[in-house]
């Protein structure tokens, strides 16, 4: 008889730190980004820092909050706060561990992200594809924008980086009327 691992996400917590960090410096090696940049981006915005569990460890993680459309966070910087007056939401990183892919976790989290972005009120979501990830997020109706505004900023990614965005339409669900999301201390 097999036993049966479960793959499951959860909120993330301060406790988690070690671990996403760990998961970072695997997955992401050319991007660091401090254990207090991090923390900063989990405590800023609870409802979109999440850790993937197999079993009972820890194999990935991602933290998205409330942004600016045409913009994005600088690596390795604090936000100090979230915008008082967001337009998009941004999935900041998904990092998942190779023991973590193609199971599903991916797809499950990105279309949970989407649908809480839905819920709060928000037209659009937004991230920065790196690792040649542009296929992946195109599965999930981002396209690249190009902004020349930000061409400096995504070089600090990488040369390949691209600003992606997924806009939302009547299709998605009902069209977004006034922001709902709820900002933490």
Not at 58 to 64: D, P, Q, R, T, W
Not at 65 to 87: A, C, K, M, Q
């Amino acid at each position: 008889m097999r036993s049966s691992i479960s793959v499951d996400w959860r909120g993330m917590t301060g406790f988690d730190l070690t671990a996403v960090e760990r998961i970072a410096a695997v997955v992401h090696p050319g991007y660091f980004e401090s254990r207090e940049v991090l923390a900063e981006k989990q405590a800023l915005y609870h409802d979109g820092a999440y850790v993937l569990e197999i079993g009972e460890r820890i194999a990935g993680y991602v933290l998205s909050h409330p942004w600016r459309f045409g913009d994005i966070p600088e690596l390795n910087s604090r936000l100090g706060r979230l915008p008082d007056r967001p337009n998009t939401y941004y999935i900041h990183d998904i990092a998942l561990m190779p023991v973590a892919r193609k199971v599903g976790a991916a797809s499950r989290i990105v279309e949970g992200l989407i649908k809480h972005a839905r819920a709060c009120g928000f037209d659009s979501a937004s991230l920065v594809a790196v690792n040649r990830s542009t296929g992946f997020w195109s599965r999930f109706g981002f396209r690249v924008e190009q902004i020349d505004a930000l061409t400096q900023k995504l070089l600090s990614y990488d040369a390949d980086a691209r600003y992606m965005v997924r806009r939302f339409s009547p299709e998605d669900g009902q069209p977004s009327r006034t922001l709902r999301y709820q900002m933490h201390d």
